[in-house]
C-alpha cells in the first residue's frame, strides 16, 4: 500500500452482519429439513374430505423439489458468507490493531460488497423456494386451491403477501447498505 493511501477498512460490524446471514440461514435450513422429513405421501395428511381437493403427485414432487432448492440456496448462501468472514479475519494485520471492540483489517471493499450481494441473492432465492414449498404444504394439507376452501386461502394468503413484502425489505436494506 502506497504511503498516504487511505486502506479499505473491515470492522466487526462486517462480521456481525454475516453472522446474522449465517444464522437466519441456519434457522430455514433447519425448517427445510423438518419439511424434508414429513411424508406427503402419508393417507393420513389431507384434512380435506373431498377426494377431488386431495393433491396430486405433481404437487408432492414440486414439494420435495422446492425443499431442496431451498436448502441449495441457503447453503451456497452461508457458505458464501463464511468466506467473506475468514477472508476478514485472514486480512487483520499488525498494521491495524484492534481499538477498543473495532477489529481492523484492510479489505477490498467491492469484494467485500459483490459477496453480501451474492450471500443476500442466496437467502432470498432460498426464501422463494421455502416459501414455495410452503404452499405446497397448505395443498397437500387442506386441499388444493382450485377447490376454493377458505382455509387453503387464508393460509396462503398471507404467506404469498408478507414473505415477498418481507424479502422486498430485505432488498432494499441490503442495497441501501450496498451503496454505503
Known amino acids: ?48 374430505q373431498d377426494p377431488s381437493c386431495i393433491a396430486e403427485p405433481k404437487i408432492v414432487e414440486d414439494l420435495v423439489a422446492f425443499h431442496v432448492y431451498s436448502f441449495s440456496c441457503f447453503l451456497f448462501s452461508s457458505l458464501i458468507a463464511l468466506c467473506l468472514k475468514q477472508a476478514i479475519r485472514l486480512a487483520k494485520s499488525a498494521h491495524f490493531p484492534t481499538v477498543f471492540t473495532l477489529d481492523l483489517a484492510s479489505i477490498n471493499k ?27 404444504v397448505v395443498q397437500i394439507k387442506l386441499g388444493i386451491l382450485g377447490c376454493g376452501s377458505m382455509h387453503t386461502y387464508g393460509a396462503i394468503i398471507p404467506l404469498v403477501i408478507f414473505v415477498p413484502l418481507g424479502l422486498l425489505i430485505y432488498v432494499c436494506t441490503v442495497f441501501y447498505a450496498f451503496t454505503r
Open 1 to 48: 500500500m502506497c504511503e498516504g493511501a487511505i486502506p479499505k477498512l473491515g470492522t466487526t460490524i462486517h462480521i456481525s452482519a454475516l453472522d446474522g446471514i449465517i444464522n437466519v440461514n441456519s434457522l430455514f435450513t433447519l425448517a427445510v429439513f423438518i419439511g424434508l422429513a414429513w411424508n406427503p405421501h402419508d393417507q393420513g395428511n389431507s384434512l380435506s
Open 110 to 136: 467491492t469484494a467485500l460488497r459483490v459477496g453480501y450481494l451474492v450471500s443476500a441473492a442466496g437467502s432470498v432465492l432460498g426464501s422463494v423456494f421455502l416459501m414455495l414449498g410452503l404452499i405446497n
